[in-house]
C-alpha cells in the first residue's frame, strides 16, 4: 500500500511539473520542450514498460494530429505555432500526460476496496 501511495504521489507531482511548465514556459518553444524532455525522461527513469511507450506513441501522435485538425480548421490558434499551426511542445505535453493518466489508471486499479 505504501508503494501504490508513492507511485500516485510521483504522477500527481510529475503532472504538476508538466502544468507549470507549461504555464510558465509555453511562450520559448524550446525552452518549454527541453523542460518537458527532462520531465519526460524522468518518468522513465523512474518505471518503464511496453504500454508506457505506446501511451507516449497515441498521445504524440493522436493528441498532436487532433490539435492540427482542429487549429486548421479555425476553432482556436497558438500564439507561438512551430509546427503545422501547433507548438513545438505540444506533441511533448500530449506524449507525457497520455503516460501519467495511463500510470494513474494502472496505480489507482490496485488500490483494493
Known sequence: MKD??????????LMLYLIMTLA????NNLVCSL???AGLCFTFIIRS???????FLAGAVIGS???IIVVNSGAWNYSNPTI???PL????????????????GETASKFKE
Open 4 to 13: 501504490l501511495k508513492r507511485e500516485i504521489f510521483l504522477e500527481v507531482i
Open 24 to 27: 510558465f514556459f509555453w511562450k
Open 35 to 37: 523542460l518537458i524532455i
Open 49 to 55: 514498460n511496453k504500454a508506457d511507450g505506446l501511451s
Open 65 to 67: 494530429l487532433g490539435e
Open 84 to 86: 503545422a499551426g501547433i
Open 89 to 104: 511542445w505540444l506533441p511533448l505535453a500530449w506524449a507525457m500526460t497520455c503516460v501519467l493518466i495511463y500510470r494513474f
